[in-house]
């Protein structure tokens, strides 16, 4: 099988699952309990949080902040500055649904929401953003890189333009895509809140962060037992956090020779698809993540490729898979202006750190065999 669909999910890293394993069995504890048991649990979280702030050159690991996943840090983000500040939202076309569902959920119960557009390249214009910002925007939310066709953003830009407009706007990114393959490093003219999951890294499912600069404020929207200095409440899930820590560790660590893998597997894909079968590559002109080859073969049902593409050994994706694993009309395509027919005949490819050249030679192979069946 040539599992081509990282972007959905990765396989768990072997170093991850062996530091996960001591915390699955005798080291159980509730690490919010005072007895030995606990306090050993207490302290792999608090060991985790450093790491993970060292990592992304946070000055306090309080700023860390232990999640169940990307969702659940980007609706803490968007939600939290929104009802803890003067109260706005601005936001992207492109943003995953984590992000868009969390602005509409303000917009219900009154809140300012901008949308802005982005181009045919998918592709916001910080300048647009800025012009969205006013004295009442609490936050302005731009994803590092987007899910489906990998096309990454000017967020530096972003945050200096949004700081000009307006400096006590928070700027926010969603890095969960972005993580693997770019760097993410704080400090002061980086963003204000950043969003990471764990299982897009080869951590597990259920479990992320989100980076919270010293100072800022957000109202929690998980209320309970005052958990992460009341900005999470729940049960710290132990294993995973053990877990993530070496997610991004490696992922560090390991991040330029990944990007050169990644690289030569996607670039050779594309080029061999190229040269064989009618291919388009949607924003092949733009900056795009390593790891992500988002293709239209014309005349081509997607839905039809991905069952036959699955038949013959390559896992991939059409759309953003939601719950019901259907397929479901991609907002990201129709805001490039993809028509309904370009985005039914659209698949992503997303390779991951086991990929090479060869691996994108073989799958554009199997995928050329696949479409001249079809053609
Ligand atoms: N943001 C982006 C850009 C994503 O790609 C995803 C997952 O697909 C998420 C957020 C949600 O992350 P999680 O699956 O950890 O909830």
Redesign the pocket.
């Known amino acids: 099988m040539l599992y081509l669909d990282h972007?959905?999910t990765t396989p768990l890293r072997p170093e991850v699952r062996d530091a996960m394993a001591p915390y699955l069995g005798d080291q159980f504890g509730n690490p919010s309990g005072i007895h030995a048991t606990a306090r050993r649990a207490k302290n792999s979280i608090e060991e985790a949080r450093e790491r993970i702030a060292a990592l992304i050159g946070a000055a306090n690991p309080l700023e860390i902040v232990f999640t169940g996943?990307?969702?659940?840090a980007?609706n803490l983000a968007v939600i939290g500055a929104a009802l803890g500040g003067p109260g706005g939202v601005v936001t992207t076309a492109v943003e995953?649904a984590?992000v868009l569902e969390s602005a509409r959920f303000l917009g219900r119960i009154g809140h300012d929401v901008t949308i802005v557009p982005v181009d045919s390249d998918g592709c916001v214009s910080p300048d647009s953003i800025a012009s969205a910002v006013d004295d009442g925007t609490a936050i302005v939310s731009v994803?590092m890189a987007n899910?489906e066709t990998g096309v990454i953003q000017d967020v530096a830009e972003v945050v200096r333009l949004v700081r000009s407009a307006n400096d006590r706007t928070l700027v926010h990114t969603?890095a969960?895509?972005a993580f693997g393959s770019l760097p993410v490093d704080v400090h002061d003219h980086g963003p204000d809140l950043i969003?990471v999951?764990a299982?897009?890294i080869g951590g597990p499912q259920g479990v992320?962060f989100l980076y919270v600069r010293d100072g800022v404020r957000l109202e929690p929207v998980i209320h309970g037992g005052g958990q992460e200095l009341g900005r999470r409440s729940g049960t710290h899930n132990v294993a995973a956090i053990v877990g993530l820590a070496v997610a991004v560790e490696s992922t560090v660590e390991g991040r330029s020779v990944y990007r050169e893998r990644v690289a030569a597997a996607r670039d050779r894909f594309e080029h061999d698809l190229r040269s064989r079968v009618a291919v388009r590559v949607t924003a092949g002109s733009a900056s795009r993540l390593v790891s992500h080859a988002h293709l239209r073969f014309p005349g081509i049902s997607a839905e039809t490729l991905l069952v036959r593409l699955d038949y013959a050994g390559v896992a991939a994706a059409a759309g953003a898979a939601c719950h019901s694993g259907a397929i479901q009309e991609s907002h990201v395509l129709a805001a490039m202006g993809i028509g309904a027919t370009a985005a039914a005949e659209s698949i992503r490819f997303s390779f991951g750190r086991d990929d090479d050249a060869a691996t994108g030679a073989e799958a554009a192979g199997i995928v050329t065999g696949v479409i001249e069946d079809l053609s």
């Open positions: 972007a959905a996943g990307g969702t659940e980007d995953h984590a994803m899910n969603d969960v895509q969003s999951s299982h897009k992320g």
